[in-house]
């Protein structure tokens, strides 16, 4: 049962992340392109280049309003799946709450870093774009001494790093989780109080 609540919490999660998601990769590329404009050292019109720049200004705006937007969507949807009119449906399943709070959880955690994956990618275009070929040049240069450190390392050094790349993985991956875990209680208290101020009219008028 937990998979078909995760398939339908991801369905109507994904339905809307993902034209968000290709909005925020269309921006990057914008927004490399006016980074490439900008350092051609080549003379524009002055309403030309506030265009450009409010064009990567906008861009830069609309990738942290991805991030953003994929957090609003899986709290949005936490909050009307439990605790509004949809709520009483869905405590009508025959699942366990625990099954559906380990969907909502999954979701979200499946969601963030899908979210940060294209994050990474918007920016590593808006690089690719705006970037040119002695920026690249410049990186190779300052990161061969590191490489040629890497190569001659022994194993146990490697090993060493793979054992702090899984630990950090780990750690990103757990902060999600116990973040995740304290929206989903800030909202659930929240909803909670909410609904006993509604509540104390009728009962102070009674009384």
């Known amino acids: 049962m937990l ?84 709520g009483y449906l869905t405590f009508t399943l025959p699942v366990k709450r625990s099954q559906l709070l380990n969907s909502k959880l999954i979701t979200c955690v499946l969601t963030m870093l899908c979210t940060a994956t294209v994050i990474f990618v918007d920016i590593a275009i808006m690089l690719a774009i705006g970037a040119d070929k002695s920026f690249y040049r410049e990186l190779l240069w300052a990161l061969s001494p590191l490489f040629e450190e890497l190569l001659e390392a022994p194993v146990s050094a490697w090993i060493y790093l793979c054992c702090w790349g899984i630990m950090f993985l780990i750690f990103l991956v757990l902060s999600n989780i116990f973040s995740t875990l304290f929206m989903f209680a800030c909202i659930t208290f929240a909803s909670v109080i909410t609904k006993k101020q509604r509540l104390l009219p009728p009962l102070v008028f009674i009384m």
């Open 3 to 86: 998979k078909k609540l995760l398939k339908y919490d991801l369905k109507s999660v994904f339905k809307y992340w993902w034209i968000a998601a290709i909005a925020s990769l269309g921006l990057s590329a914008a927004g490399g392109f006016c980074i490439s404009v900008m350092m051609a050292e080549k003379d524009v019109p002055a309403l030309i280049a506030v265009l450009i720049v409010l064009t990567l200004l906008f861009s830069i705006i609309g990738i942290v309003a991805f991030s953003i937007l994929s957090y609003i969507l899986l709290y949005v949807r936490f909050y009307k799946n439990f605790f509004t009119d949809e």
